[in-house]
């Protein structure tokens, strides 16, 4: 059974950092990323990593959070991270751990975590 474990979450002031972390368990994915949603808005594409089985990695980026935010994973861990920095008020949203096997990963989800940042 697969399973998406979040955690990383919290609440952090504005211009502020804070990591997060999503565990696989169950199988292994070429694909995992975030995606976030606001209260009263649509869920969104935050950020995807693909593995192409050897050495190479693809990131793809929101182009709200390019150049601030860093997805990197740890495949002996199974785990996709999640670093945000200059964190705006904006960013506020529970975030969702996503995996599949193409970029944006869709096939299975978390439960989210959420981030709030404050002014």
């Known amino acids: 059974q697969v399973q998406l474990a979040e955690s990383g979450g919290g609440l952090v002031q504005a211009g502020g950092s804070l990591r997060l972390s999503c565990a696989a368990s169950g199988r292994t994915f070429s694909a995992m990323g975030w995606s976030r949603q606001a209260p009263g808005k649509e869920r969104e594409f935050v950020a995807a990593i693909r593995w192409d089985g050897g050495i190479k990695y693809y990131a793809d980026y929101a182009d709200s959070v390019k150049g601030r935010f860093t997805i990197s994973r740890d495949n002996a861990k199974n785990t996709v991270y999640l670093q945000m920095n200059s964190l705006k008020p904006e960013d506020t949203a529970v975030y969702i751990c996503?995996?599949?096997?193409?970029?944006?990963?869709?096939?299975?989800w978390g439960q989210g975590t959420q981030v709030t940042v404050s002014s």
């Open positions: 996503a995996a599949g096997q193409a970029v944006p990963p869709n096939d299975y």
